[in-house]
């Protein structure tokens, strides 16, 4: 089915390690995003993508990388997992920079 | 600082009943409103939408107002379902530049 994959979708970590998480989308979407849910906080943005070999800082974005080396890929990672991080991971992708955001089902990771 | 601002954490409605979601901006240049459901454990999917240039937008059984000049918007559910129990997310967006979403909205339909 079309749509947004995310990868793993459940993770524990330990303070210090790393990790990378990964989403993925068939849509030919040219936008993606990486957004954080906290309880109590809603969607915060994380970084975000405008077309293959592109990204930008969103509003939260210190502690995280991003890359898209393909299109059609938005990965996220962790260098050094901090306890504050222990949240619900959604990415979404969409075609143009407003309409139509379609979300994956979220990563959620606990930091120990 | 929070753009986009959700003040009720929940709502709790009889079914059949009306149910009305708040939502207030703070941004002069959004010009694109979404509203997002969101299950447990599942992504936000689209659900509804107005654009700066309209003040109403219907879909079935739920309408968006946009009240520019109180930079205020709400989503109309009638009538509400059980099924529509939800977290609901208010999300507003200025031209090239990313959604900035609302805290949201737990919405509890009671037979």
């Known amino acids: 089915n079309a749509g947004v994959t995310q990868t793993p979708k459940f993770r524990v970590l330990k303070t210090g390690q790393s990790m990378t998480l990964l989403c993925a989308q068939d849509?030919?979407?040219?936008?993606m995003y990486w957004y954080r849910q906290d309880p109590g906080m809603g969607l915060r943005l994380i970084h975000y993508s405008v077309g293959e070999g592109t990204t930008a800082k969103g509003e939260v974005p210190d502690g995280y990388n991003v890359s898209r080396l393909k299109k059609q890929n938005f990965l996220l990672g962790l260098e050094s997992a901090a306890p504050s991080q222990t949240s619900v991971y959604f990415c979404?992708?969409?075609?143009?920079?407003?309409?139509?955001?379609?979300f994956g089902s979220g990563t959620r990771l606990t930091v120990v | 600082d929070q753009q986009v601002k959700q003040n009720s954490p929940s709502l709790s409605v009889q079914e059949g009943r009306i149910s009305i979601l708040n939502c207030d901006y703070t941004n002069s240049m959004f010009d694109y409103f979404l509203w997002y459901k969101k299950y447990p454990a599942e992504g936000p999917t689209f659900l509804i939408s107005?654009?700066?240039?309209?003040d109403k937008n219907e879909d079935g059984r739920f309408t968006v107002f946009l009240n520019k000049s109180a930079k205020h918007l709400s989503l109309h559910i009638v009538p509400s379902q059980p099924g529509d129990s939800a977290v609901y997310f208010c999300?507003?967006?200025?031209?090239?530049?990313?959604?900035?979403f609302g805290k949201g909205t737990s919405l509890l339909v009671t037979p």
């Open positions: 107005i654009s700066s240039i309209k």
């Open positions: 979404a992708s969409s075609y143009t920079d407003v309409y139509g955001y379609t």
């Open positions: 849509m030919n979407h040219e936008y």
């Open positions: 999300a507003a967006s200025a031209t090239g530049y990313a959604l900035n």
